[in-house]
């Protein structure tokens, strides 16, 4: 049982359940019922499961990849948390990154063969690809690392907007044919689909900023060039803060058009929620001074964004 639980934190399973809810979400409360309404596709859900597979299963290679090569890092800013070459050898934890990794791009691979949609095996191989080059090399560098990640981030929402273009011809916007109501729900589809993506990308940037001020000590001690190393924890602290602010304002802004649209709940939601919460975040983060507050920093963004992928259910609520 011991092993289990440890396996399990290796590849951060709550981590993998938001990813799956992220994509099950997005497809269920926005393009569903703006595609095909009322109507539910046996074989497009039997292959969309298999895509939040693959998205899966990529992750857990990455999560576990990088705390493979992160064994002495962690010792330093994790020692408790460490589970590569203490309860799981480092033999079978590269074992098991290419064994998810490659059932990632095989998965990959027969959606794309059965849809011929085949930019999702080439983008999860991009994927397995990045992961590995982002453990290996570009964590250590300054601001590479990060935006790596939050791309991969905001990819968890755009790839299944393009899966989901198979089963319906022209949801990728040929704007210029159609009815117009077909051309307003492309779109509206293509700005909630970049709308959450872009929301995913900052708010996955601003996390990682936070955990490299969290994890310093560590990467200094192993050559890391990471923000706060290179620039500093005040220069940090004021990036991060800015794309705080640039969200929370952005966020504030649609906030208009839900008044305009009487989405009552949904900017009581949006505002105690996600709002409130990143004003709370900007806060405490010119406070923070340890690794401890900063740590609590990265869980608080951490909240923000699981509510803010609950908010799609708003979409199904008054859209339905």
Not at 129 to 143: G, N, P, V
Not at 186 to 211: C, D, M, P, Q
Request: aromatic content about 16%.
């Amino acid at each position: 049982m011991k092993l289990v639980i440890s396996f399990l934190r290796l590849v951060r399973y709550p981590n993998l359940l938001f990813i799956a809810a992220t994509q099950f979400l997005f497809y269920f409360c926005i393009l569903s019922p703006a595609v095909h309404p009322d109507v539910f596709l046996p074989e497009e859900f039997s292959l969309l499961s298999l895509l939040v597979l693959s998205s899966v299963f990529i992750a857990a290679g990455g999560y576990i990849i990088n705390d493979y090569f992160d064994f002495k890092i962690d010792l330093v800013n994790k020692p408790g948390q460490v589970i590569v070459d203490k309860t799981i050898p480092r033999r079978w934890a590269i074992i098991w990154h290419w064994i998810f990794s490659a059932a990632g791009v095989l998965l990959g691979c027969y959606i794309s063969w059965v849809t011929k949609n085949w930019l999702i095996a080439f983008s999860n191989i991009v994927c397995v690809i990045l992961l590995w080059l982002y453990s290996t090399t570009f964590k250590k560098k300054l601001l590479s690392g990060n935006i790596i990640i939050s791309l991969l981030t905001a990819w968890v929402v755009l790839v299944v907007f393009f899966f989901t273009d198979h089963f319906s011809p022209g949801l990728l916007p040929n704007l210029t044919a159609g009815n117009n109501a077909n051309r307003e729900v492309h779109r509206r589809l293509i700005r909630i689909s970049f709308l959450y993506a872009g929301f995913a990308f900052i708010i996955s940037l601003i996390r990682e900023v936070v955990k490299d001020m969290e994890d310093m000590e560590g990467d200094a001690r192993y050559g890391c060039k990471t923000m706060p190393i290179v620039w500093g924890i005040p220069v940090s602290k004021v990036f991060t803060g800015v794309w705080l602010m640039v969200l929370t304002g952005a966020l504030a802004s649609i906030q208009f058009y839900a008044l305009y649209l009487k989405w009552w709940w949904s900017i009581v939601y949006c505002v105690l929620f996600i709002i409130a919460p990143l004003l709370i975040i900007t806060k405490r983060l010119y406070e923070a001074t340890t690794a401890e507050q900063f740590g609590k920093l990265s869980g608080a963004v951490k909240f923000v964004m699981l509510t803010g992928i609950l908010s799609m259910v708003f979409f199904k609520i008054y859209l339905a």
